[in-house]
């Protein structure tokens, strides 16, 4: 016997050698019939409809004869007899041939991870997928095929994916997973199979445990923060007026759609290739890990690699799939300084809701790899969930959500007009929804910010941001933003220790909201610790690539606190309203002995603000430890303030 038959991907008869062998297409699609069957035979009017469809069974039964005439002839040619033919019927030789077909192999497979692997392979490319026939018959029978392909895939992986299986084993498994879910990405049983197949390395408690554990922490937050505001105390919101639904209520709400995730293939910025098949491999291993879940649906692999291949129109295409989230991941560096950002944005309005960064050093790879995934995929199942309950709050009350977008476009350029314009229209918010946290925590924040940019130390003014902040936290405890704002106000009102424990909570709460970082990068500024500052405004940075005034003046805060004037110089250069830190520039430019540059910055700050003192400002700026206040004392009268 020295035939074969493959029939996944392009139909072709081949011969001992391997190589393929002349033979008409419509004749090997009757050997895949037959061999794909238990019975060796078909009558010939079957096999015309099969072939040219049941129209016009009189024409196709001609076509048929002439087929016949062509196969007996090349049949003779080869010296071998696949088919033979009577007056009704169309048989098999079985001993002339040996094929592909799943069902001619498959079940005589002794071991089950062998069987997947046959099947894996044969399913890497679809049955007879190439196949020049256009009969709704034989369309039918091909679909019905596939289907029973992929039972049986689907049967053999739930028989072996909770059995001990080798490192080789575990890929095999995930591969077929990953197969099975391309092929059947909304089936229940199959999500059921890819959560056994995302625990074949362990953990499946602590996927399972993921959720709890965040509800827990949200619980704990409110012990945690110890402080008690001075000022206006918020009287107790009731539920039903902070949006909460009644039991009626709850019965007749529709029941939320899953929000979708793509996942998009690693953008490589590095030449080194290992690291690159690496990450692809990682990338892989999340994709399964997501398909597990129950709580998002992330779309088939191709599909993302179909998207992240448009460059031009990637956003209209990920709208039209309908998604909510991407992950976007991006390989860069050489040798031990490879590493992968990875970051999830939601893309309604492009927020980044997460990022980290991973170390691919050769060293570590292979032991972390495993860690890497199931770190990527229980953090970003965590945020997607976090962030969803969020939005859903944001979205309860549309007027007021609107005003509060409209007022935070003027919270991004640090002017009075712009922080009494922005509160202005916060209270606008307020009147839509009268316990819209998000508005009353925006409110705090122009207090603090007229506190600084007025530099007259105006108590009244911190207070009044406390008291709003505290109203925020009151109504939501749950939201970062509240311990942000009150952390702001007791710092600079001196309470440097509240305000790092209030931005530590913060930042649990949101550990990768940028904003809420350069703000505890500030307090840790005052709280005489630049060296973390810098690190915690360069990770901020990192999160929001298009940076702020307010995190450039920070990192120019923490480089002259550790005598890097030169750096601090050049944080400023990048701020849109570099005047801002005109006090500040003189200073650097003293210390490095610039005097004519120093005196400019002098004489523009002072027409800021003609009445600024340096000992009265030092007095009421807060800074924890007497050397911080020497080193911008020391700057300053150098400039000649």
Not at 96 to 116: F, G, Q, V
Not at 356 to 365: A, G, P, Q, T, W
Request: glycine share 4%.
């Amino acid at each position: 016997m020295g035939f074969s038959l493959r029939t996944f991907g392009e139909i072709i008869l081949l011969d001992r050698e391997g190589q393929a062998v002349a033979f008409p297409e419509k004749a090997l699609l009757i050997l895949a019939y037959l061999l794909a069957n238990e019975n060796s035979s078909a009558s010939r009017a079957s096999m015309a409809r099969l072939l040219w469809g049941e129209d016009d069974i009189a024409n196709s039964l001609t076509n048929l004869r002439k087929l016949v005439s062509r196969i007996k002839s090349r049949q003779s040619d080869l010296k071998t007899a696949f088919l033979t033919f009577d007056e009704t019927d169309v048989h098999l030789e079985r001993d002339s041939i040996t094929s592909d077909i799943i069902s001619a192999r498959a079940d005589t497979l002794k071991k089950p991870l062998d069987k997947l692997a046959f099947l894996a392979k044969g399913l890497r490319a679809r049955f007879l997928g190439k196949a020049n026939c256009q009969s709704r018959v034989f369309i039918d029978w091909r679909a019905g095929e596939s289907r029973r392909h992929l039972a049986m895939l689907k049967e053999t992986l739930d028989d072996v994916v909770t059995a001990p299986a080798t490192p080789d084993g575990i890929a095999l498994i995930k591969e077929a997973a990953l197969l099975l879910f391309e092929a059947e990405p909304q089936d229940e049983s199959t999500h059921r199979i890819l959560l056994k197949a995302f625990d074949a390395e362990g953990g499946l408690e602590q996927l399972k445990r993921i959720f709890e554990r965040r509800k827990e922490l949200i619980s704990s937050w409110p012990a945690k923060l110890s402080m008690q505001p001075q000022g206006q105390t918020p009287a107790p919101v009731h539920q039903s007026e902070s949006g909460a639904l009644s039991d009626r209520d709850a019965t007749t709400r529709p029941i939320p759609r899953l929000p979708r995730l793509a996942l998009l293939p690693p953008i490589n910025h590095s030449p080194d290739p290992g690291a690159a098949m690496v990450a692809t491999s990682l990338v892989e291993d999340i994709t399964l890990g997501f398909c597990a879940l129950n709580s998002l649906r992330v779309i088939a692999p191709y599909s993302a690699m179909q998207i992240s291949r448009q460059s031009e129109n990637q956003f209209e295409l990920l709208q039209r799939y309908d998604i909510n989230y991407v992950l976007d991941t991006r390989l860069s560096g050489l040798g031990d300084d490879v590493s992968l950002f990875t970051q999830l944005i939601y893309l309604s309005n492009s927020e980044v809701v997460w990022a980290e960064r991973f170390s691919f050093r050769k060293l570590d790879l292979a032991r972390n790899k495993h860690d890497i995934s199931r770190h990527i995929i229980l953090e970003v199942a965590g945020q997607v969930e976090q962030h969803g309950m969020t939005r859903a709050y944001f979205e309860q009350s549309p007027a007021a959500y609107h005003q509060y977008l409209v007022a935070q476009q003027y919270l991004h350029r640090l002017t009075l007009p712009n922080m009494r314009r922005a509160r202005k229209e916060m209270k606008t918010a307020l009147r839509e929804s009268a316990d819209f946290a998000p508005a009353l925590s925006s409110i705090a924040r122009t207090y603090s910010k007229e506190w600084l940019l007025t530099a007259r130390g105006d108590i009244e003014l911190l207070k009044s941001a406390e008291t709003y902040a505290t109203q925020a936290i009151t109504i939501r405890e749950d939201l970062a933003d509240g311990y942000r704002e009150l952390g702001v106000a007791k710092l600079l009102q001196g309470s440097i220790d509240e305000s790092v424990e209030a931005l530590e909570l913060a930042e649990t709460l949101s550990p990768h909201y940028a904003d809420v970082i350069a703000d505890h990068a500030d307090t840790l500024v005052h709280f005489s610790r630049p060296g973390l500052a810098l690190e915690k405004i360069q990770r901020a940075m990192e999160l929001n690539p298009i940076n702020p005034d307010s995190y450039l003046w920070t990192a120019a805060g923490a480089s002259y606190c550790l005598g890097s004037f030169e750096n601090a110089l050049g944080y400023i250069d990048r701020m849109v309203d570099a005047d801002l830190a005109d006090r500040l520039s003189a200073a650097s430019w003293a210390m490095l002995g610039n005097d004519k540059k120093a005196r400019f910055f002098v004489s523009r700050a002072l027409e800021t603000n003609p009445d600024f003192d340096v000992d009265r400002w030092l007095a009421v700026v807060p800074l924890q430890e007497q050397w911080q206040k020497d080193i911008y004392r020391e700057g300053l009268k150098k400039a000649g303030f």
